[in-house]
């Protein structure tokens, strides 16, 4: 099981505030910022963390990316529509993606420096009961 997740950033104050607003609607808030790191989580648990990199230094490598998981549909839906007005570049709007999974619905996007983004979930459509 993964516990927390860092990633670089040539856009250090800018990365904060997008991924401030990105996070929000999972419950996920900025538990620490000393300037040189960042930490994103809820009650005390850290999980998601920023650092700044020289401009000269890469922050991403391809086939990488990092998927949050989502408890809704709609949750996959606002994120994916907070992280576009947040300067966030569509890769894929959220939709089913059978080829995954009979009950994957996600989004994916990329953050300031290119990070490749995901939200994701396994959750019947609103108003649908789960097939448990």
């Known amino acids: 099981m993964i516990d927390h997740v860092s990633i670089g950033t ?5 990365a904060v505030v997008f991924f401030s607003r990105v996070l929000a609607p999972m419950g996920l808030t900025l538990q620490r910022d000393t ?4 930490a994103f989580g809820k009650g005390g648990q850290w999980m998601f963390f920023l650092y700044p990199v020289p401009p000269d230094e890469p922050v991403t490598a391809k ?8 408890t809704s549909r709609r949750m996959v839906a606002d994120i994916h529509a907070t992280a576009l007005a947040a300067s966030a ?3 894929f709007t959220p939709r089913t993606r059978p080829d995954i999974s009979p009950t994957y619905f996600g989004a994916m996007f ?7 983004l995901q939200v994701k ?5 609103e108003g649908e009961a789960s097939a448990s």
């Open 10 to 14: 040539h856009h250090y104050d800018d």
């Open 35 to 38: 300037g040189q790191e960042a």
């Open 89 to 91: 570049n569509d890769i």
């Open 63 to 70: 086939g990488t990316h990092v998927a949050f998981g989502a």
């Open 121 to 125: 979930t396994d959750a019947p459509p």
């Open 110 to 116: 990329n953050d300031l420096d290119g990070h490749r």
